[in-house]
């Protein structure tokens, strides 16, 4: 597996576009979710885990911050880092880039692993979570730390 993972190259689509003429928020989101679909099944996660197993994953919190207008037919790729995880849970942080190699956005997500029955937070099997191990001891490129545990929040000047 390459660090980070990238996805293959994705398209925005004529539908995603708002009436301000660029990729409406929404869609990076989509973008973004699309890209580690693919890194999934080199996990062990995906749709053959979910049906055989009754898990997934829920996402718990995401953050968005755009850098960067996408507009139609401009294609991106995805990249996915893992800064934590436990049994239950794991942080993330992706970029979203465009095809020429500028940064449109980041996102950094918690996500949850799920039974299904309950539907209840459960512990990941081990061989997902020793997968999880090796992906993030591979990684060798740094996350930039501002980027990481954002808050939204209005500063006000001194008066």
């Known amino acids: 597996m390459t660090q980070p993972f990238r996805s293959s190259l994705m398209t925005v689509k004529p539908e995603?576009?708002?009436?301000?003429?660029h990729l409406n928020m929404a869609y990076y989101n989509v973008l973004f979710d699309q890209g580690v679909d693919e890194l999934y099944p080199q996990i062990g996660f995906g749709y053959d885990y979910v049906k055989s197993t009754?898990?997934?994953t829920y996402v718990a919190e995401f953050h968005v911050c755009y850098l960067r207008e996408l507009h139609e037919g401009n294609e991106v790729y995805a990249?996915?880092?893992?800064?934590?995880f436990d049994e239950k849970r794991f942080h993330s942080?992706?970029?979203?880039?465009?095809k020429d190699g500028w940064l449109a956005a980041t996102a950094e997500g918690l996500t949850l692993h799920v039974d299904?029955?309950?539907p209840k937070?459960?512990?990941m099997p081990q061989e997902i979570q020793d997968k999880?191990?090796?992906y993030k001891a591979a990684q060798t490129t740094p996350i930039d730390p501002a980027r990481i545990g954002r808050k939204i929040s209005l500063t006000r000047k001194a008066s």
């Open 54 to 56: 009754g898990c997934t």
């Open 116 to 118: 299904q029955s309950g």
């Open 132 to 134: 999880m191990a090796a």
């Open 16 to 21: 995603w576009i708002d009436f301000n003429g």
């Open 121 to 123: 937070v459960a512990p």
């Open 79 to 84: 990249t996915f880092h893992l800064v934590d």
């Open 93 to 98: 942080y992706s970029e979203l880039y465009h």
